[in-house]
């Protein structure tokens, strides 16, 4: 049994900061990659990073680039992001999500598709 919980989301001004935390339950799942989607309730999820769980190699969407850093805790089992100079546009539900290991990928990293697991989301409002 799997299950993704965020925690962290909540109101805050136009260039603030905001940490979004993901807690991975799973006594023997370890996975390949964690991402961060966001997107309105019932919305397409669009892509804003991912960290690979081995090496910790990270991708970012060109919109929050240089401003989102996304982290893990490998023993802890808990992935991160950190969120500055929040904009207005970065308003949404924040989707953490995990993928299993596989020999082939049907989609590439940044895609909703490709991951396994969900949680159900942290809200995010920047306004003044």
Same mark, same amino acid.
């Given at each position: 049994?799997?299950?993704?919980?965020?925690?962290?989301?909540?109101?805050?001004?136009?260039?603030?900061?905001?940490?979004?935390?993901?807690?991975?339950?799973?006594?023997?799942?370890?996975?390949?990659?964690?991402? @961060?989607?966001?997107?309105?309730?019932?919305?397409?999820?669009?892509?804003?990073?991912?960290?690979?769980?081995?090496?910790?190699?990270?991708?970012?969407?060109?919109?929050?680039?240089?401003?989102?850093?996304?982290?893990?805790?490998?023993?802890?089992?808990?992935?991160?992001?950190?969120?500055?100079?929040?904009?207005?546009?970065?308003?949404?539900?924040?989707?953490?999500?995990?993928?299993?290991?596989?020999?082939?990928?049907?989609?590439?990293?940044?895609?909703?598709?490709?991951?396994?697991? @969900?949680?159900?989301?942290?809200?995010?409002?920047?306004?003044?």
């Amino acid at each position: 049994q799997v299950q993704l919980v965020e925690s962290g989301g909540g109101l805050v001004q136009p260039g603030g900061s905001l940490r979004l935390s993901c807690a991975v339950s799973g006594r023997t799942f370890t996975p390949y990659a964690m991402a @961060w989607f966001r997107g309105a309730p019932g919305k397409e999820r669009n892509f804003v990073a991912a960290i690979r769980w081995g090496d910790g190699r990270t991708d970012y969407a060109d919109s929050v680039e240089g401003r989102f850093t996304i982290s893990r805790d490998n023993a802890k089992k808990l992935v991160y992001l950190e969120m500055n100079s929040l904009k207005p546009e970065d308003t949404a539900t924040y989707y953490c999500a995990a993928e299993t290991d596989r020999e082939y990928y049907s989609s590439a990293y940044y895609y909703a598709s490709r991951y396994d697991y @969900w949680g159900l989301g942290a809200q995010v409002t920047v306004s003044s």
